[in-house]
């Protein structure tokens, strides 16, 4: 057993299907189909035993933790299941371990937040920007639009006593035939504090929807605009990406995936108990798999420090000679491993999305340059 | 205070004078300075970088 992996984040399947049919998810529209061999909804007795491991895994690292309710939809679960859930979590984790929910925020009803509140359970849920936007890629699975239920149930969060606390953010996937000025107006507008934006999934062997090449930029192009917008607004909402960016530039620290040069480590728990990597690498060509069948059974600190945990734990940082000589890497972090993969070279590339990125940082860099010398 | 905290504070106060008229870029400023990531209420609250 070598030295052990901090585990920063641990994404907990509670369902393995969604009410939402999404173009762009990378869980069930990117090829990989082995949500159908899991169980719909995690089990009682798996979710007591990952939290009994998680606690033993907690008392023995130095690392905060955050467990993040994940599917799937996780709200598909119901109001009861998903408040025995938390009051499992939090019977063997209870605060400062930070505890979320990623939701489409269909089935966020009244019962929903008050669990939430009651077991200090952060919420963030998914809506891409305006109407017109968010319902062509996000029906549900009736081909319905779904865009006026999730404002809905964001007003909700924000009109409950503790609203304000328990909406983490938003999180919006960028659409480039939308206007970044009507999206972030649009967030605003909801009473959002705060949102982030992924780009669109994709790799070297297929694209990300909107990317004519590796060398484009229509996601770095589309993401400066939004920059010039946020810069101007005199009081801003919060885009966590460009923060994390803008402030890694200024030489402070970032928290987000994929940004800045900051060890991560994540555990993936699908619904059957079972151990994967980082879940965006099923848009990979299904490359989420451990050769292990690792599940909440087996010691978890065990796991984090074996020999084959290690590895993949170490091929997430950038690896190819482009990023390891770039002076922009402690900035851009080389992106997600999924946007690196190819099945030439696995994981050893630059990001599909790295010439967006260093549009992105030498627009932020001329933002902020001219005024030091003032 | 490690060294790579106080070089990051110095950069942010050699910016400081800078970016005022940004009420974003002012914010992050003082961010960098107190060596915070984010508002305790805010998206990333708690250490949840693995937001999808």
Redesign the interface.
Known sequence: MGRAVAI??V?VKLASRCNLDCDYCYVYRMGDQAWRLQPKIMSPETLEVLAQGLAALVADQD????I?FHGGEPLLVGPDRFEAACSTIRRWLPS?V?L?V?TNGLLLSDAVIDVCARHDV?I?ISIDGPAWMHDRHRPDVRGRASHAAVVASIHRVLSHPTG??LL??L?AVVDLEADPAEVYAFFKSVGA????F?YRDGNHDALPFGKSSVVSTEYGDWMVRLLDV???????I???L??DM??LI????????GVGDED?G?LVVETDGSITK?D?LKSADGSDRFTETWTVHDDLKSIVSSTSFLAYHDSQKPSSPKCLSCPELRVCGGGMPTHRWSARAGLTNPSVFCEDQMRLIQHMRM??AP??V? | MNAVTSGHRARAEETTSVALDSAALARLIAEVRNDAVSAPTAYNRTHNRHNR
Request: net charge positive; hydrophobic share 35%.
């Open positions: 920063d984040t994404l690392a905060p933790l955050s993040v400062p930070g979320h990623q952060g963030s304000q606390d983490s953010g999180l504090p705060s949102v982030d992924l946020y810069l101007a607004d005199p009081s801003p919060r885009i966590r460009l923060d803008l402030r200024l030489g402070g620290r970032a928290v987000k995936e991560y994540i980082n965006t933002r902020i005024r030091k003032a």
